[in-house]
């Protein structure tokens, strides 16, 4: 019997997602995580600084500076919000939560964005540099942002840690707001697809190429950063974490995990508010090749769209090779996302909502290439961004 194109079309799809299960680093087990009972009787701690460059966060970042000067950690720990020409009170709202704690926290006003650098890597220059003067024995740099609150142990654990490893960065992917239901479909699924395009046991072997970090968390080791010569080599890179990352794994070991202990104050109420987040960085993580988009597009409907097609058209038409062959496929989505949703505390029937999902991410990656050619990729709070002038190494 001769299998048709759609029976063809839907064992590709499941033979693929059983080589990504076997074959990539075992990404959707999501257990790359910081031991909630880690200790240390460390007598000395290393001095941080935490940097946390400003765009318009007043919503948020009384929350994130209380956080972090609450933190239960035993050495220095001071804190330096770079109010990056915010326009709605940041500065001010910054400096209100800290309390009886404002002795360690500096709030900087950010100089004007010099041409060749990302606002928030500009900021995030400003912030080390005032750190280095502040705390000439600083061992380590905290980069995080504006909209995150951190559970009162995130940074005594990162630490412990770095330490234990000796990491030249340890970064977490905080866990981002799913309460809404766009935020319910798309957030887990954003969460998913990073882990399969940079699969955290890959970044986290030091024999691999593959670096990958989350800009949310992300303490550096000074020492690290120095050699790597700072933040400058970096300046004009939109996807700043990754690039991180990737600059400073020649230096040391770097981790990238995932938590519940630290959370994005951020919401996502409409649809629009997560298309504009994906699509200001989706082409330039294609290095802004066509082929690329193509290829991905492709992959896309291989992966996610065939199943779907093959298990209803299958059944429609009784091809039941079709049929069959996407249901192996559709299973092997459902096992594979399990795990993402739990951390998100979602039930496991979402699983099979992951198609439509990946079909959104696939227009807005789309859009994000539409946007680049009509001049407005990289656009962010009021800031666009060209290409890079040196192209990136992710992996």
């Not at 946007?371 to 990289?378: F, L, P, S, T, V």
């Amino acid at each position: 019997m001769t299998l048709s194109l759609l029976a063809n079309l839907s064992a590709l799809s499941a033979a693929l997602w059983l080589g990504l299960l076997l074959f990539r680093g075992r990404f959707w087990r999501a257990d790359q995580r910081l031991d909630p009972t880690d200790s240390s009787t460390e007598e000395k701690w290393p001095a941080v600084a935490v940097v946390i460059p400003a765009r318009n966060e007043a919503d948020g970042i009384g929350r994130a500076v209380a956080s972090l000067l609450g933190q239960s950690y035993p050495g220095d720990l001071r804190v330096i919000v770079v109010d990056d020409n915010s326009e709605d009170g940041t500065a001010e709202a910054a400096i209100a939560a800290a309390g009886e704690n404002g002795d360690r926290l500096t709030v900087l006003s950010g100089k004007p964005l010099v041409p060749g650098w990302t606002g928030k890597l500009w900021a995030v220059s400003q912030g080390i540099a005032h750190a280095e003067n502040l705390m000439p024995d600083v061992e380590f740099l905290l980069l995080t942002d504006g909209d995150i609150e951190h559970g009162s142990d995130n940074v005594r654990r990162l630490v412990i840690k770095a330490q234990r490893q000796q990491l030249a960065l340890t970064s977490l992917m905080v866990k981002l707001r799913c309460e809404t239901g766009w935020e319910r479909l798309l957030i887990p699924a954003f969460v998913f697809f990073f882990q399969k395009l940079f699969p955290f046991p890959w970044v986290n072997n030091p024999q691999r190429k593959m670096a990958a970090a989350a800009g949310g968390c992300m303490l550096v080791r000074k020492a690290a950063l120095a050699d790597a010569g700072g933040i400058e080599p970096i300046r004009d890179r939109v996807i700043d974490d990754c690039a991180l990352a990737a600059l400073l794994k020649p230096q040391g070991p770097i981790w990238l995990g995932l938590t519940d202990n630290a959370h994005s104050l951020r919401p996502y109420d409409q649809l629009d508010e997560i298309w504009d987040m994906v699509a200001r960085t989706a082409y330039v993580q294609l290095d802004h090749s066509p082929a690329a988009l193509v290829g991905t597009v492709i992959g896309m409907c291989l992966m996610y769209l065939a199943p779907v097609v093959g298990v209803l058209v299958g059944a429609w038409t009784s091809d039941w090779p079709a049929a069959t062959a996407a249901v192996c496929a559709w299973g092997l989505i459902t096992i594979a996302y399990w795990p993402t949703l739990k951390l998100y505390r979602q039930p496991r029937v979402r699983a099979l909502l992951l198609p439509i999902a990946a079909v959104l991410y696939t227009l807005m990656t789309l859009d994000s290439a539409r946007r680049h050619y009509a001049g407005r990729g990289g656009a962010w709070k009021g800031r666009s961004y060209d290409a890079p002038t040196s192209p990136s190494n992710h992996s």
